[in-house]
């Protein structure tokens, strides 16, 4: 079993340090938020994640991991460190890896020899030596490995994609490093892909970026089926059954969202535009994508009667996707910033990012639960496809609503017949 730090204690960072110590691996986590570093100490998981805080509570107790604040004192003694901070969005559109720099700064001068250095964030093909070069210039030892061991975890299902991924890639050009990190991996059934570290730095951008184009794919011929009276649903029924489609990530809905396929996708296309490739294709995947955001506030304006000012709309859903906390570019905040802007008054409920929302959106009003959301308002947009809003008792919502009884669903949730039945003007997505 092998001594690990992770540097960077969020979405990423947790799970993975989490589960190495489950593993029976040693961790050291560490973060700069003094605060977070504190609470995780305590078993206190800061992000909505299943499973998660009982494999900190194992860690822990078992004596296997541990939370510090600062990278140094977890990187002093270590194998392996596993880098899992931040990677945003630069105004170029390129990855921004500066956070990054700033860690390989901070280790190199107490790594001991013989330690890898484990490219975990989501960075650009050429990063694995920069990172090297980075360590070197600030004097770490020469015998200091670096590779490139990208992650493909989904939020909300953190724990379960980590110890049970599709696949494992670890990018070195280094032999034997690449079969020291793999070892970590031991105890995990899965395929372990060795390649140089380009191009698993592009199996990270590749893989995100196919996933992006199936979703604004959807979306364009869920535009296409309400302009010729098609339902999306039964096409995506139809086109699923073929084994080579298959019916993962075909959800038409309000456009992706979240920490990673806008800022991946726009980080591709900065390479490609570097590397003098127009990739329109991708160009045309982004652009689908802002347009479906505004499509929902179209439909929503078009609910309120052409025009938003003074009107009630209740919002069922901020956070980006069901089942996580995580607010970064979350469509649904887009949507909600938008109608704000236009002068309706908003009344919000997430199950999860309550607090959040908040102190993100001044000017949201934020309800107590679903039917506190809907009470009042004359227009309702379901804009996250948390369970919980199918399950709700519809009679009671819609007797709480005012004229016109508009619902507009952007992730297809509900059951259109049912909503209409009830006395909802029901709209949703491509059908
Ligand atoms: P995050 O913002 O949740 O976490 C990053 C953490 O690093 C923060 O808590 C921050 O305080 C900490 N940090 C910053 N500088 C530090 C330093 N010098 N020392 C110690 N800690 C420091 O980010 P995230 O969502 O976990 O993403 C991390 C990386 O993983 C990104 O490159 C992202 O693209 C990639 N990724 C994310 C996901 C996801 O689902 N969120 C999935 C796969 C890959
Ligand atoms: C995504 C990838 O699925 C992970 O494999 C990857 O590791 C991660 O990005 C990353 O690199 O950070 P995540 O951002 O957690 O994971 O979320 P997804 O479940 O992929 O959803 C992304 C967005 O697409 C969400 O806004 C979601 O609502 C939307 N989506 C997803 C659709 O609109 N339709 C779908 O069919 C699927």
Redesign the pocket.
Known sequence: MSEIAV???????IPTAACFAHLGHHVVC????EA?VRGLAKGEVPILEEGLPALVVEGLQSGRLRFVV??QEAAAHAEFVFI????PQSESGAADLS?VE??AR?IAPVLRPGTVVVN????PVGSTDAVARALKSAGAVTDVGVASNP?????GQ?VRDTLAPHRVVIGCDDTEVAVRVSAVYRDIQAPVLVTDPASAEMIKYASNAFLATKISFVNAIANLCEAVNADVREVVLGMGYDPRIGFEVLHPGPGFGG??FP??TAALLHTADEAGYDFGLLRAVMDVNVKQRNLVVDKLRAAAGGDLRGANVGVWGLAFKANTDDLRDSPAVFVAEQLIAEGATIRAYDPAARETAAVRLPGLEVATDAYDAAAGASVLALLTEWDEFRWLDFGRVRTSMQSPYALVDARNLLDPSAMRRRGFVYQGVGR
């Open positions: 540097i960077g204690a969020g979405y990423v960072g560490a973060d700069v938020d977070r600062g990278s899992c901070v931040q990677t956070v700033g860690v901070e975990k964030s989501t960075m992650e493909f975890l989904r939020e953190a920490s990673c800022k991946d």
